[in-house]
């Protein structure tokens, strides 16, 4: 490894870029690298740039020789990054916490010499406590998977543009997370809102959308109502699950998409959307298309930027991220300090998660507040997602009764079965016994289906 001479006068990417061979530039929203920590393959502290006592509370003579994993201990950080990256042996994302009150977007890459040995981790660390605030629930996400990567260079790209945006993806992988953090990009100062399309009626949906004028309709408010394309300003119009829309309803969003004007129920006066449209959806649109229940004419214009989320189960690689960063909001939220062990995270990678981001974020609330120790193990999972930590092995290696060893048998093919098949009904076909017999199999053993 060719030695660097470390000073202050160096600009932090540019030290980067010599520690790593990787050039850092900031992102379409400003943010830039805030400070750098470097430490050795023990986890001792060697250098940390001028910036370190903003973020962590100690100044770098404070950090030096200290070993990060004993700082975590004091509650320095959580979790440590350079940690993490030992681990890993590889370059990791970390949401990070420290004890003055900041939330870092931590990059950990591992430094190599010849001989392929870990000798060297450079952390930069990014503050996000302002994004964070400002986020809500919309909170970004931290990816390490090429797919979201190019995702998020997608978003980069049209978040300046004054276009419409449709996001698509099941239900669950961060629709929400892509509006809002393209809202920020562009108009961070400006109003959002969030229309529900499949949670509002047929009924109120239009009056609810456009607004209404005095005396529309019976019931209504004498001075009219404003709708909340109007609430939205010049900021942000934001049609989540646009695609339970009804056909009969589908014409009036088509001008409002493509004219930008429209009118309020009763109303005959033409009045103009200022904000940007940026809809969602996890329905197949153009096979809705197909079978006449989606206009073609909207659905062109709101596919002319369309930017699509894969599940969660197809970038298994952005787990472990994903679970840093959740656990960290939670842990702020509720004052758990959790971790998840080797096995635990194992067990989250391999899980499919049908429910996506959504499904995992419940998992991780649920275990921070159950949890008995404060290393959360794959025992404590719940047994869909633990898999074989409930299976039992059979001990041959001694005598035992003939009725436990049938027993134990029975128990590891019906989680084997489970495991493979997911259904009462594809465990019972494999083993050859009725579905009621093996439901009641699996709910008397206590392990998958809980």
């Not at 890459?109 to 996000?128: E, H, Q, W, Y």
């Not at 609430?231 to 695609?243: S, V």
């Not at 016994?433 to 206590?446: F, P, V």
């Amino acid at each position: 490894m060719k030695p660097v001479h470390i000073s202050e006068r160096i600009d932090l990417p540019t030290l980067y870029l010599l520690l790593t061979g990787r050039e850092f530039f900031p992102n379409a929203s400003g943010n830039a690298i805030n400070s750098i920590y470097i430490a050795d393959s023990h986890g001792d502290t060697l250098w940390v740039s001028s910036g370190c006592e903003q973020l962590w509370g100690y100044t770098a003579q404070e950090l030096y020789g200290k070993n990060v994993v004993d700082l975590e201990r004091k509650g320095v950080w959580k979790p440590s990054g350079v940690r993490k990256v030992l681990e890993a042996r590889k370059r990791v994302a970390v949401a990070q916490e420290t004890a003055v009150g900041r939330h870092l977007h931590i990059v950990g890459t591992p430094i190599f010499d010849g001989k392929g040995n870990l000798n060297r981790v450079v952390n930069s660390a990014m503050d996000v406590s302002r994004r964070d605030r400002q986020a809500g629930e919309g909170q970004d996400f931290f990816f390490q998977s090429e797919a979201m990567r190019e995702v998020n260079r997608l978003i980069d790209r049209v978040a300046p543009l004054d276009v419409s945006v449709l996001v698509t993806g099941e239900s669950g992988t961060g629709k929400d997370i892509v509006a809002r953090r393209i809202h920020r990009l562009r108009s961070p100062d400006k109003a959002f809102v969030k229309v529900d399309c499949g949670a509002i009626s047929t009924n109120l949906l239009e009056s609810e959308l456009f607004g209404y004028e005095p005396g529309a309709f019976s019931g209504a408010e004498r001075s009219g109502k404003k709708g909340l394309v109007e609430a939205a300003g010049d900021g942000t119009l934001f049609l989540d699950e646009i695609g339970e829309i009804p056909l009969s309803l589908q014409s009036k969003f088509l001008r409002l998409v493509q004219d930008k004007t429209y009118l309020k129920v009763g109303g005959f006066k033409e009045r103009r959307l200022n904000a940007r449209i940026i809809a969602a959806t996890h329905r197949d649109l153009a096979k809705m298309v197909e079978d006449k229940e989606f206009r073609l004419d909207l659905y062109f214009r709101l596919t002319t930027l369309p930017i699509h989320l894969p599940p969660l189960r197809t970038r298994r690689s952005d787990i472990p991220a994903l679970v840093d960063y959740v656990r960290a909001r939670f842990e702020r939220r509720f004052g758990y300090s959790r971790q998840f062990n080797a096995r635990a995270l194992a067990c989250l990678a391999n899980y499919p998660w049908p429910g996506n981001i959504r499904e995992l974020e419940n998992i991780v609330e649920r275990m921070l507040l159950t949890a008995e120790t404060n290393t959360i193990d794959a025992c404590d999972l719940p047994g869909a997602i633990s898999g074989e930590s409930y299976e039992k092995g059979v001990d041959l290696g001694g005598v035992m009764p003939l009725k436990d060893c049938l027993r134990l048998t029975e128990e590891n093919l019906l989680q084997m079965a489970w495991r493979k098949y997911r259904t009462t009904t594809g465990v019972a076909r494999a083993l050859g016994i009725d579905q009621s017999t093996a439901s009641r199999k699996l709910r008397k053993i206590g392990g998958p289906m809980r």
